[in-house]
Structure formats: structure tokens, C-alpha cells
């Protein structure tokens, strides 16, 4: 049928194509590193184990930043941010999350494939006060997800006071693949967020037009809620879990030397092979897993191209105020003295081409401001909801855009005409086809949850877990200033 030709005349043209996907780094080959950092904050660890509860509380904090000056925040279980839950593939996990803040809110498992009634969406309010007990059975293969709020309207504010944390999916077959995998050692989160901070350190979260327009974007860069720390690593292979959990930033990531590291996991899980890279775009809600060999036992430090996101526009890329121009630093790695034992090779999971053959539909979604008209309808509506869309429509959690079937395949075309918006499902997901007519460089190649749209991508979606009407999975960008805005949908799987 037609979605099949269509579909191969495209991904000749991808063929055609040639170059890879994603962002050169230009001029990010040296940079100044700072006299001193803090060290690299490491969350703590809970072990999820089946049949015990793990508590997770949304409270109100105070954390500095830094800077030493504590000024009011919000975390899980914790002053900012909120621990590292670790889960085994194939437990229950039992959650009791508590509502300690003034507001309502909700806890999204993001890349958790779960039934939509325990997956934290905007139907699952939390009243201040109350908790929230789902029991989440972890099928999938091994990942690094998250955990944010996810209240309509809210979310965007909720986040920026550090409502976030990371969880990842472990099978315990890490050492047969290779990959480091002790916890603050050999296998480090790394949360990457950006801030604005008023003059007395307190965190100013006031998006004005232009903010809601592009996403709001701090000219501070943050690893683990403090700026540029130092982190000490074994003099060998270290993997790192990336996890841009900024409301608006695409991270541009590289090594100051300019040194190659290998991407071995996306959002979904590992990749087939590992992609060696020099770069690598993170956006909004994206995780990626990497490796990095410090056998040489010299120093290296992290650093970030200016958002690419904001090339050509009169925002500020944080340029201004970080050391090295361009090449902004997020943290520095000094590897200790002991050489190591040779590696061995890494040994990733078996991957699949995308199945095409498996699509029953195709559908087609285009993210834009409503009417089309860039800031038309913000400038008589202020920060009013409504102002994004999806398709013509904003979010509304009365309607229902999308019903597909469980177990079934969809090829959904995303399109962004206006400028580049991280498109995410909850619930489900999908293959990269082919981005802007490209087939996806190979750390782009599996499973994925958040894909970066600046023109046109298509996406095999696999719809695996069930979604009732009345409790619909999310469809939406994850700039979450035009998430609140309604640059979202709803869909069911049934
Ligand atoms: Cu990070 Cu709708 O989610
Ligand atoms: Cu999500
Ligand atoms: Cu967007």
C-alpha cells in the first residue's frame, strides 16, 4: 500500500543522502579549564527491590548551587534533584510517592514502558498532602530512564525547581557486555540542566515572551545541580548516563581534547554496535549511555557547543558568561594513576532492522505555534495556555487525538517547519526511519522516546502497552515551556 512506497521512495533519498545526523562541534577542540570545582555530586542510590516499597518524596528544599548559599529549591527525597533508583528487568517495583509541596503535581516514569493508569501523565494528580502507590512490573530491556512531574500547565516550573531523577532499567548482564557497571565508580549519572539565578542565588524562573516562544534557557550550566565539578574516575573504561533534564537546552556534547568516545545506549536501551563519536547532541528528555576510556590516565573535560537550538536567534546562549566563548565547560574527569587490565571487547544486545513491514498506519503530526504564525497568538495571550499546538490543536485533556492498537506498528511523520522541537512519547517506543530524509547515524539507530525535529523525521512506533481511553498516554515536545503551552495530544492503546 501506499504507506510502503512512499515510504521506500523516501529512504532512497535518505540513502542519497550520505552525511551523518547531528551537530558538527566546529570549534569545540580546546578549553579552558577552571582552577577548581566541587566534586562531582552523586546521587544517592536505592536499590529497587520486588515486594519492598520504595518511598519517593516530592518536597520542598534549600541547595546552593554551588555557590554555598543555600536559596529554595525542590527535589525528591532530596534538597535538589532526587536519588538514582536502580530496578532489576522483570520486578514489581511498588512506589509510594508523597506530595510534600503547596501544589498538585504528578511522577511521570519517562521511558518506562508501562500501562498509561501508573504512568505519572497529567490524569495522575497528586494532591498536596496525598501519595500516589502505582506498581510498576519492568519488562523492558536495560535503560536509563527518569522520573519528572508532569502536571498540566505546571510542569515546566515544577522541573526548574529541580523536581527530577533518574532510574535506570539493569538485567545484571553488564559484565558480559563489557560494561562498567559499578554504581558512582565506573557507571556515573550525569544530570544536565541549565539556570538563571536572581542576584541573591535564588533561582529566577520567570519565562518571559521570548522564553515561551523558544523554551527558557539559563546561562549557567549545571551537572548534578552544581556548575562544573570534578569527578574522579578509574584510569580505564567508564560509562557515563547522560540525561538532559534541562527545560529547554539541546546539549552539544564533546571533549575538550577532542577525544572519541563510544555511544552505547539511546533512550530504549542499548544500541547493536557501539557508535563511535566526537559529538553528540542530547536534547531535552534524551538519554544517551556512553563510554569513555581513560586508560591513558590523563584529565579531560566536558564541554558543550552553544545550543544549536538558538543559532541565528538574539537569545542568550550562555555564551556570554561561561569561560570559552562557545565551547561552554560542564565538568572535568581526572582519571587516576593505576593502569588497567586490557579491555575487553563490548558486547551490545542484538538489534533488529525496523520492521516496516509490521506499519498499519501512518500518521502525520505538525508542531508549530497556533495558527501557524510564530508569537501571533502569545502576543494577546501572554503565558496563557493555548498558544502551541500540535496539528492546529493545543492540549486538551478532555479530547482524544489518537487511538492505535496494542501490539501493532505505526509510522508517525513528525514535522517542525518552524524550528527544532524534541518530540516525545509516553507509553511506547519507536525507530528512527529517517530524519529530514537521513537514515539515523548509528547512535541514533535504536529504540528511542525522544527524537530532535528540526524539519521532518519519521518514526516506527511500536505501541506495546495499554493506554484506556479515558487515561491516555502524551504525545508532545519536551521544551516544556511549550509542553504547558499545549504543544501536546493524547492517545489511547487499546
Ligand atoms: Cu519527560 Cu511527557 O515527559
Ligand atoms: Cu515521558
Ligand atoms: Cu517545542
Redesign the pocket.
Known sequence: MSITNSLTRRQALALSGATAVGIALGGLSRSAVAANGSPLPIPRLIEARAGQTVTLSMRKGRHGFGTGRLVPTAGISADYLGPVVRAQRGDTLRFQVENHLDEATTL?W?GLMIPSDVDG?PHNTIRPGASWTPEITVTQLPATTWF?P?PHGNTARQVYQGLAGMLIVADGGDPERGLPSTYGVDDLPLILQDKRFGSGGEIDYRPGMMDLMHGFQGDRLLVNGVPDPLADVPAGRVRVRLLNAANARNFNLGFADGRPFQVIAGDGGYLGEAAEVRSLVVAP?ERYEIVVDFSDGRAAQLITGADPHLAGTDMPTGAETIPGGERLALMRFRAGSKPSATLPPLRLERLAAPNLAAAVAWRTFVLDPVMGGMGMNMMGRGADHGTMSINGRSFDMNRLDVTARLGSSEIWEVVAPEMMHPF?L?GASFRILANNGRRPALAQSGWKDVVLVDGRAELLVRFDKPAKPAQPF?Y?C?ILEH?DQGMMGQFAVV
Open positions: 511521570h519517562h501523565g519528572h508532569h528528555g516525545h509516553h502524551m508532545h519536551h509542553e
